[in-house]
C-alpha cells in the first residue's frame, strides 16, 4: 500500500514538473517601445536646432509615429517646429531661454515619451565703428527681428561701401545717427519682404535716435524693405527733424523701394532739391509726427500711385515746399494720384516753368496764402465728370490761399473738370483779389466745365492783354465768389 502510494505522488510530481516547463515556455515578455529625444544642447539665440529621435525603437522592430511637441519655451517666443511628425525636427531658437521638447512615439503596442532640454543664450550685438572707410558687409547674426545684431553707440559716418543683408537690425543709442557721406560712402540695403532690414532705436519709442542723413550721389545707392523707426530727436537739417533727410548740396542720388518710414518724431522722408531719386516704389508712411514726405516739387513726379501716406501721420499728406517746376520743355511733368487719395499740399507756393499735366482724381491743397504761377510751359488739369480735379485750401475756408495766375503763351493751357476754392486771400496781381488770374501779353487759358468758388474776390480775372475761350462765363459755375465771378478787361 505504501509503495503504491510512492508511485502515485512520483507520477503526480513528474506530470506537475512537466506542465510547468510547458507553462514556463509559452511565457514570452510584453513588446515594449523606448523614445530618445537625443542629448541636452546648449546653442545661441538666432541658432537652427536639430532634434534628432531617430534612436528610438520598438523591441519587435515594428514601425511607429513620430510626435515633437515644445513643452516649456521662453516667454514671448513665436518659434515653431519643422516636420513635428518625423525622426527628425528643427526648429530656431528665437529668444533667450529654455526650450523643452518632447518626443512621443506610437504604434499598436503603446506609447513612450521623451525629452530634450535646449538652452539658448543671446548673442551680443556688434557695435559699428564710428568710421565706416573700408568695404563693410554686416550680416544677419540673430534670426528674431526685434533682437539687434549691430548697435551704434556714437555717429556712424559712412564713407566707403557699406552693404547691409536682408534681416539685419541695427539699434541706435539715443540722438546717435547713421551719415552716408558724399565721399566714398555708398548704401546697399536690399532687405527681402520676408527679411526686412530694420533700423531702430535701442528704445523703440518715437524720436528716440537722430535718423539717417544721406549725401552721397552715388547711383549704386539703393534702399529696398528696409524700415526706419524711432528717429527724430534731433533735427537732421536745419530745423527738420526726420526718419531719413537726403541732401541736395551734393546732389545725392538714391533708390527706395518698399520701404517704411515710421512712429519718427517729424517727417518719415525728407527730400532737399537737387536730390535726384532714381527709383521710389511702394513705400510705406505710418505714423510719423509731421508728413510721411516733405518734398521739393520737381521729385513729385517721382513718387508712384502704390506708395501709402495715409497711415496715421500727423498730416496725411505729401507736402510741398516752396520751389519752382524746372524748365524742361521737350519733357512733360505728371502728377498723378495715389490710390490711397493722399492730397497734394503746397505750402508757401510753386512756380512753374514746366510742362505740368494733372491726372484725374488730383487733390492740390494750399497753405495760407499760398500762391500758384505759371511761368511757362504749359498747365493742363484736365479731369472727367466721374473724376474731378480738385484745388483747394488746406482747411475748407473762403479767401484762405492767394490764387494761381497763369502768365503762360502756350495753347495747351487748359482746366477742365476741376473744382477749384478758396483762393483771393490778398490781392493776386494789379490789386485784384482772385482765384484765377490769366495775366500779360499773350497769356491764355482755357477753362470749361468748373466750378470757381469761395474767392475773396473775383472768381477770374482776365487782363486786357491775355486770352480765355469765349464762353468761360457760360461754361463753368461760379460759386459765393465775394465779387463778380469774372473780370475781363
Known sequence: MLKSKRILLAVLSVGLLIAGCKDKEDVKPAASLTARAGADQNVKVGDVVTLDGSGSTDSENKTFTYSWTFSKKPAGSTVALAKPAESKTTFTADLPGDYEVEIKISNEHGQSTDKVLVTATMIEPIVLEVNIKDKKVLEDRVANPDIPDYIVNANVQVNSELTIKPGVVIAFARDTRLEVNDTGGVLLAKGDSTKPIRLIGKETSKGFWGGVVFRSANGANALEYVEVSHAGSKPLINTIKAGMAIIGSSRANISIKHCLFQKNDGYGLFIEERVVLTGFEKNTFSENTE????????????????????????????????????????????????KDKTPYRILEGLGSDANWKLMPGVILEMGRGARLSIDDGYFNAKGTADSKIIIKPAENERAYW?????????????????????????????????NIAIYGGGARMEIRNSRIAGSGGYGIYVNYQATVNEDIETANVFADNVEAKLLQE
Not at 513718387?303 to 498730416?315: C, P, Q, T, V, W
Not at 487748359?414 to 493776386?428: Q, R, T
Open 291 to 338: 508728413a510721411g514726405i516733405r518734398l521739393n516739387a520737381d521729385n513729385v513726379a517721382e513718387l508712384d500711385a502704390n506708395s501709402i501716406f495715409s497711415k496715421a501721420n500727423g498730416r496725411n499728406i505729401v507736402e510741398i515746399y516752396a520751389s519752382t517746376l524746372s524748365k524742361n520743355l521737350n519733357t512733360e511733368i505728371i502728377w498723378a494720384g495715389f
Open 402 to 434: 492767394r490764387g494761381m495766375i497763369c502768365y503762360s503763351q502756350n495753347t495747351k493751357n487748359l482746366m477742365e473738370h476741376v473744382d477749384f476754392y478758396g483762393g483771393g486771400s490778398i490781392a493776386l496781381v494789379s490789386g485784384k483779389k482772385t
